[in-house]
């Protein structure tokens, strides 16, 4: 029998982040990480392996990055767990022992039962499977007419990308804006306008009945009657949670299809963590059960998990995720941190909002200046900060990732007004004018007002 300190059970971001954080955590431990597949895909870069990248192989984890920090790694499918006894075993009939075990399975893409005709030939879904995603981008090359249901993010970033490759691509999503879960209906809007701009076209409030086809797909039927030729299509209509060996090794599930864990990220099962997309989340300000599954989340998860494998510290929790979201359709960039207004109004929270659109340069004559907004959502009575979303150039995602740090630390609008920031006209928006600043002033007035 083969035996470890720490075994890892999956080696996309949240099972690596673990291994890496656990064993400098605790560098006497012995970490060993299992894993089904031969290399890893970079699961954020996936969408751009199609039209920026033209190759699996520039989106690839490098197995250096545990073998280089002292961790073990096996490929290999870990199919049963006896946690009573601390025992795993392989598909290849090996047996481990473990003192800690950290669930890291990850997430598989959501195919409807009721959707008739998701097995034809043609048919993808955008699996974190290199193997898988090669074959596929070799039939999309002999596809022209492909239409993606789903306009969240991974539909609208596929589309974009496969649209530079000059295929006739539409989007065919039923909320009656694309991106609607993550952002208000100012900034869907401008992301529309952008992409069928570029070419992309774009049906709204639009579900799809069916998707036809002998043994090849012909035509996608929509509920509304209308009937779309097509050469392929891509379905990105979400993901769930991989909690099948979780389940069936008895290990806590709730409601929504995830593993249970508390804010040390540990199961109710005595030395067992879960951390990634098969992993609880709770939303940061409404507490309830959500389902947001991102790369940056599971990291975070990962690192509690490894710091607190042996010993519990009361100031590296998982307090809840805030859901920092971003894209980029060309040269705009958008991004949405916490809640939106509408989602704010519909939990019953008593919010204003405050708005500005600013540059990302100063003076605005340099080349290359973007437009950039900035939107706050903010509690009327005591100021904190809820949400925000921006929309601007190469500057957004970092000024989203600062929008999530003021929720997480539960700022006010008076901590923005007051906050010391550095600026440079290459790099920021004016000193005068900074967005988020501006946008806390808007904010500040209302509440003022009120």
């Known amino acids: 029998m083969e035996k470890t300190d ?20 605790y560098p006497d431990k012995d970490f060993l990480v299992i894993r089904k597949e031969k290399q890893v895909i970079i699961p954020c870069g996936i969408p751009y392996i199609f039209g920026s990248l033209r190759s699996s192989d520039k989106d690839v984890i490098p197995d250096g990055v ?47 039962k009721w959707l008739k005709g998701a097995d034809l030939e043609n048919v993808f879904t955008i699996r974190k499977d290199k193997e898988y995603l090669d074959e596929v981008m070799a039939k999309l090359n002999r596809c022209k007419k492909i239409v993606t249901i789903g306009g969240g993010f991974i539909g609208v970033e596929m589309s974009d990308e496969l649209n530079k490759l000059n295929k006739d691509l539409t989007i065919v999503e039923i909320l009656p804006h694309i991106l609607g879960l993550v952002f208000d209906e100012e900034i869907t809007v ?6 069928k701009s570029r070419g992309v076209k774009i049906k709204v409030g639009a579900g799809v009945k069916e998707i036809l086809g002998d043994k090849k797909v012909t035509n996608v039927l929509l509920n509304n009657g209308e009937k779309l030729k097509v050469d392929a299509v891509i379905m990105s209509m979400g993901y769930r949670p991989n909690t099948e060996l979780a389940k069936k090794s008895e290990i806590k599930i709730n409601e929504m299809g995830f593993v249970k864990v508390d804010e040390y990220m540990r199961t109710d099962t005595p030395d067992v963590f ?6 609880e989340k709770r939303d940061f300000s409404t507490r309830k059960l959500s389902g947001v599954m991102l790369a940056s989340t599971s990291c975070t998860e990962a690192r509690i998990a490894g710091m607190n494998l042996y010993k519990l510290c009361t100031v590296k929790t998982f307090s809840g995720t805030i859901a920092v979201f971003f894209t980029a359709i060309g040269k705009t960039g958008f991004g949405a941190a916490g809640l939106t207004e509408t989602i704010a109004r519909k939990e019953g929270f008593d919010i204003i909002t405050g708005i500005f659109e600013g540059i990302d ?62 600026t440079h006209p290459l790099l920021t928006a004016p000193p005068t004018a900074y967005p988020c600043i501006k946008a806390a002033e808007v904010a500040a007035k209302k509440i003022k007002s009120a």
Do not use: W, Y
């Open 6 to 25: 720490v075994l890892v059970i999956g080696g996309s971001a949240a099972g690596i982040v673990a291994a890496v954080t656990g064993k400098s955590s």
């Open 66 to 112: 545990l073998t280089n920090a002292g961790i073990r790694l096996k490929i290999d499918e870990v199919v049963s767990i006896d946690h009573k006894n601390k025992v795993c075993k392989t598909a290849d009939n090996t047996e481990i022992s473990f003192e800690k075990l950290v669930l890291a399975t990850g997430s598989t893409p959501e195919v409807p």
């Open 190 to 195: 401008k992301a529309e306008e952008i992409l």
């Open 274 to 279: 879960a951390v990634g997309d098969c992993a």
């Open 361 to 422: 340069k100063h003076p605005g004559t340099l080349s290359n200046t973007h437009k950039q907004v900035v939107k706050l959502i903010v509690a009327r009575e005591s100021g904190v900060i809820l949400g925000g979303e921006v929309m601007g150039g190469s500057s957004t995602g970092e000024i989203v990732n600062l929008i999530g740090l003021i929720i997480q630390n539960k700022m006010s609008v008076n901590s923005i007004l007051t906050a010391q920031i550095g």
